[in-house]
């Protein structure tokens, strides 16, 4: 029974292991070619905004009887067609998601500022000021270069994030994969 569990376990971590190798693989592709993966990324928002907004009309209709059907129908109808715009429109909508981007970056780096300084009594306070200060010059970076960047800003992020996913998931397979056996690596001494 042990030699099954220890072989899913194994079989488990060889998976998680290759899936992390090929998401860092992944990450790479994206961004040396950044312009194909914002174009990818804005399209499958779009995609994702046009299933909600058909998943909320859906709601609407079935709760129609409870109230704010009107306001239910109106939310789907912005729903599908922003979607249906950043189809047609995907140049525009690229421009709009990295303004969008760089706004959201600004307010998070005011805000972690503000933070920073209520929390300055407390030790290692420091850390959320860095961090306030790089997300606000980051989201200044993107409102300032404007709209030159947006074609590869959104696609670099999304490799960017891409690679760290896989290198914490290989990471986290060796580890479990040291971890799990600690027996074999006492009985046999490098």
């Known amino acids: 029974m042990t030699t099954d569990v220890s072989q899913n376990t194994k079989k488990n971590l060889?998976?998680?292991?290759?899936?992390?190798v090929l998401l860092s693989i992944l990450?790479?592709?994206?961004?040396a070619a950044p312009n194909f993966t914002t174009l990818f990324a804005e399209t499958w928002i779009a995609t994702i905004l046009i299933f909600a907004g058909f998943t909320k009309l859906v709601y609407a209709t079935q709760t129609r009887q409870q109230g704010g059907f009107i306001w239910k129908l109106l939310l789907s109808g912005l729903y599908i067609a922003t979607g249906i715009m950043l189809f047609v429109y995907p140049f525009t909508g690229v421009l709009t998601l990295t303004l969008?981007?760089?706004s959201f970056l600004l307010a998070e780096?005011?805000?972690?500022?503000?933070?920073?300084?209520k929390l300055r009594p407390q030790e290692n306070w420091t850390w959320v000021l860095g961090d306030g200060i790089i997300t606000l010059v980051l989201g200044?970076?993107?409102w300032f270069q404007w709209p030159f960047n947006a074609p590869w800003l959104l696609g670099t992020l999304v490799g960017v994030s891409i690679i760290f996913?896989?290198?914490?998931?290989?990471?986290l397979a060796l580890n479990a994969r040291s971890t799990s056996n600690p027996t074999n690596e006492a009985a046999n001494p490098t």
């Not at 060889?14 to 992390?20: A, D, E, F, P, V």
């Not at 990450?27 to 961004?31: K, L, N």
Request: hydrophobic content about 60%; aromatic content about 6%; cysteine-free.
């Open 165 to 171: 996913t896989g290198i914490s998931r290989v990471m």
């Open 109 to 117: 780096g005011t805000f972690e500022l503000i933070l920073a300084f």
């Open 27 to 31: 990450g790479v592709i994206a961004i």
């Open 140 to 142: 200044a970076m993107i």
């Open 14 to 20: 060889n998976g998680s292991l290759i899936t992390g």
């Open 100 to 102: 969008l981007l760089g």
